[in-house]
């Protein structure tokens, strides 16, 4: 059981263009991270949000956590090839347990 | 240090073959997971361990044995696999202190290969 829906499934950008990449779900989070992955590596831990209505950046990367902490967006500003890789988004839960969403492939030309 | 590492980083074996994959982590971590992932799927839990003692088997088939030696170390001793059972293998930790919110660090990972 997917407990949270990511989207979209694939992206495919040129360089120097925007994304929003979106995670949503009916239960409530404790947190959320999201996640970047390069083929044949480990995912990569970009960023926690807690907070109801928290917004974090990292450089050109926005991430936001809705009021209800049920759903969470990535946004990348003037993308580059090197941000091309898998995104994940996960919500854990009190035992410890993360729920990952589908995964969105991110796809940046040059 | 903030490192998870994973060894070796791609193995081949036959079905009836034992091997074992094998993690690191120096930060302290006192949870330990594995996890399976197939291409451009999520991560698959498999096991976790807290405090050195399994608290999580996801139903995974006994072909698959997990262990933690000491608080550093998680191996996965594997036996008699299937070719299904090819996947990226990753190893995750995370700190089990008060305050600190559910973030999961993970190794490069161990390419499998079943043949």
């Known amino acids: 059981t997917q407990l949270l829906e990511q989207s979209p499934q694939f992206l495919s950008i040129q360089e120097g263009e925007n994304l929003t990449v979106y995670c949503n779900s009916s239960?409530?989070?404790?947190?959320l991270q999201w996640y970047r992955q390069e083929p044949g590596e480990g995912p990569v831990l970009l960023v926690t949000v807690v907070t109801g209505g928290e917004v974090k950046k990292l450089k050109r990367l926005t991430f936001q956590f809705g009021d209800a902490r049920k759903d969470s967006s990535l946004h990348i500003t003037a993308a580059q090839p090197g941000d091309t890789g898998l995104y994940l988004c996960?919500?854990?839960?009190?035992?410890?347990?993360?729920?990952f969403g589908a995964g969105t492939t991110v796809t940046v030309r040059a | 240090d903030t490192e998870v590492t994973q060894t070796p980083k791609h193995l081949v074996m036959g079905m009836t073959n034992k091997k074992s994959l094998k993690c690191e982590q120096h930060?302290?971590?006192?949870?330990m997971y594995w996890y399976k992932q197939k291409a451009k799927k999520p991560p698959e839990l498999m096991f976790v361990?807290?405090?050195?003692?399994?608290?999580i088997n996801e139903s995974v088939p006994s072909r698959f044995s997990p262990e933690c030696p000491n608080s550093s170390l998680l191996n996965l001793h594997l036996h008699a696999l299937q070719p299904e059972d090819s996947a990226l293998y990753l190893c995750a930790s995370r700190s089990t202190l008060a305050g600190v919110y559910n973030e999961q660090f993970f190794g490069p990972g161990t390419r499998l290969t079943v043949l």
């Open positions: 239960s409530v989070f404790s947190s």
């Open positions: 930060m302290g971590h006192r949870a």
């Open positions: 361990y807290s405090y050195e003692k399994l608290s």
């Open positions: 996960a919500g854990a839960f009190h035992d410890y347990k993360l729920s």
